[in-house]
């Protein structure tokens, strides 16, 4: 059973940082996809972050250039350090992987159970 588990939210003030981690568990075969998504109270889900197993990387307009994401493939870990963080980045952030399990070599898409962001201002 394939799991994805996010850590590293949290309350910052507006200007601060924060570095969120996601570890993908069980009988992984491959990792495609990783990324992040977020949720703000009354929005839909959208993508902040991807990046694919070549480590060629996608990023919402609203976040480049304060937002890095990366990856240990071996690992099958995916990071997002946060930067200059702002208060519309509140919102619950959503670890996403395309995996293929070990079990049946099958792609589907996973995610975690999400951890809370809130930037005051």
Not at 12 to 30: D, M, N, P, T
Not at 35 to 46: L, S, T, V
Not at 78 to 91: A, C, F
């Amino acid at each position: 059973q394939v799991q994805l588990v996010e850590s590293g939210g949290g309350l910052v003030q507006a200007g601060g940082s924060l570095r969120l981690s996601c570890a993908a568990s069980g009988r992984i075969f491959r990792t495609n996809v990783m990324g992040w998504y977020r949720q703000a109270p009354g929005k839909q889900r959208e993508l902040v972050a991807g990046i694919t197993s070549e480590r060629s990387t996608d990023y919402a307009d609203t976040v480049k250039g304060r937002f890095t994401i990366s990856r240990d493939t071996a690992k099958n870990t995916v990071d997002l350090q946060m930067n200059n963080l702002k208060p519309e980045d509140t919102g619950v952030y959503y670890c996403y992987g395309k995996l293929a399990s070990a079990t049946n070599l099958r792609t589907a898409d996973y995610w975690g159970q999400g951890t809370q962001v809130t930037v005051s201002s």
